[in-house]
């Protein structure tokens, strides 16, 4: 979600793998303090991704903005995301103000702004996790909720994590969970993870807390297939023949759920 292309894109693109977690993560997890309960969740969460190799899910997110006057207001995004390890992943998102198609086919890394007609490409490397790293520490692209499509979720969730508590079960909409909330420098976020035999994200609420109005991202996680099939063409996006080239180039942070990208 970075980089180089025109102004219309360089507002949307930061929004368009939304795939569930958020922020780029490193070093501190030996001194972390995380209840053993919400560690011990959050890590056989963590598990039942990293085992499922071909995976789709759908996301309602909403992001807050400031408008020039200082009101806080949400801009609302749906996305379909479709992974299948090691090197592939693809996302197509609809919002309120923009439209949007991500793929990834193990070689290239294409967008395509479909309001706009413009689009991007980027040789990228051989698997997600590489690729993911790429974009975020070559252009800047913080992708929100894509700890949960690396091979190792649990690594990438915690290794920025100070503290990590368990708050006790909860509902996302109709589905029973367990709330845990986790604190980490310049963000505290929260995530609620089904209860009984299938421990998957359901839920994800990131507060940017240095920022004066606190913005969240929340995310509403539904439709999971852990052995999706998945067809090859997913992967391969062709813009129409009409929409313009752009190059990628680095976006100016702005929302919540984004974070400069320190993987």
């Not at 996301?59 to 207001?73: R, S, Y």
């Not at 190792?152 to 969970?177: I, M, N, S």
């Not at 986790?182 to 807390?209: H, M, Y």
């Amino acid at each position: 979600m970075h980089r180089a292309y025109d102004a219309g894109m360089k507002s949307r693109f930061r929004y368009l793998l939304a795939l569930v977690l958020c922020i780029s993560l490193s070093a501190f997890a030996q001194t972390a303090a995380i209840d053993p309960k919400a560690d011990a969740l959050l890590k056989q969460m963590s598990q039942a991704l990293a085992d499922a190799k071909s995976i789709t899910f759908d996301v309602h997110n909403t992001a807050d903005e400031v408008l020039p006057n200082g009101q806080v207001v949400q801009a609302a995004r749906n996305q379909k995301v479709s992974l299948r390890r090691p090197d592939r992943c693809a996302s197509f998102v609809i919002g309120d103000r923009d439209e949007m198609k991500f793929a990834y086919d193990g070689k290239q890394v294409v967008m395509y702004n479909v309001q706009g007609k413009t689009w991007s490409a980027v040789d990228a490397p051989a698997t997600v996790d590489e690729t993911m790293d790429m974009l975020a520490n070559k252009y800047g692209m913080t992708l929100p909720l894509v700890d949960l499509v690396f091979s190792d979720p649990y690594k990438d969730l915690t290794a920025r994590v100070r503290t990590g508590q368990y708050l006790g079960t909860g509902y996302v909409l109709d589905t029973k969970c367990h709330h845990l909330a986790f604190r980490q420098d310049g963000v505290d976020w929260q995530i609620w993870i089904e209860d009984g035999d299938n421990p998957l994200p359901r839920k994800v609420v990131i507060t940017q807390k240095e920022m004066p109005t606190r913005p969240q991202f929340t995310a509403i996680i539904s439709n999971w297939n852990l052995k999706a099939d998945i067809p090859d063409d997913t992967f391969n996006l062709k813009p129409p023949a009409d929409a313009k080239k752009v190059e990628f180039s680095v976006p100016t942070p702005t929302g919540a759920g984004e974070q400069k990208a320190e993987r």
